[in-house]
């Protein structure tokens, strides 16, 4: 069982939480916050490979990039744009 301790500590929600407050005291923001669901990976980590497709999923955001070190084929999985690139579409 989860504790609130893990669930403040994990990546994903701390992320989420500070795309929500970035969008909501942005100046510029002209659109309602766009949710995980609805929105492309903002991150590498968010890239992973399909293998029902045989291909990087999100195909529109991601690519397949392979960097010595990589084991297996989602770690081969990277945004084709940069991240502050990406932030720029959710304002």
């Not at 609130?4 to 407050?21: A, C, F, G, K, T």
């Not at 995980?36 to 399909?50: F, I, N, Q, S, T």
């Not at 989602?74 to 084709?80: E, I, K, T």
């Amino acid at each position: 069982m989860a504790n609130h301790r893990n669930i403040v500590r994990s990546p994903v929600l701390m992320r989420e939480l500070w795309l929500q407050m970035w969008h909501d005291i942005h100046p510029d923001a002209k659109s309602k916050f766009v949710t995980k669901a609805k929105r492309g990976p903002l991150r590498h980590e968010d890239c992973y490979w399909d293998y029902g497709k045989a291909r990087c999923a999100w195909s529109n955001y991601c690519e397949y990039r392979y960097v010595f070190g990589d084991v297996h084929l989602g770690q081969s999985c990277r945004l084709r744009n940069s991240s502050a690139d990406m932030l720029s579409h959710y304002v």
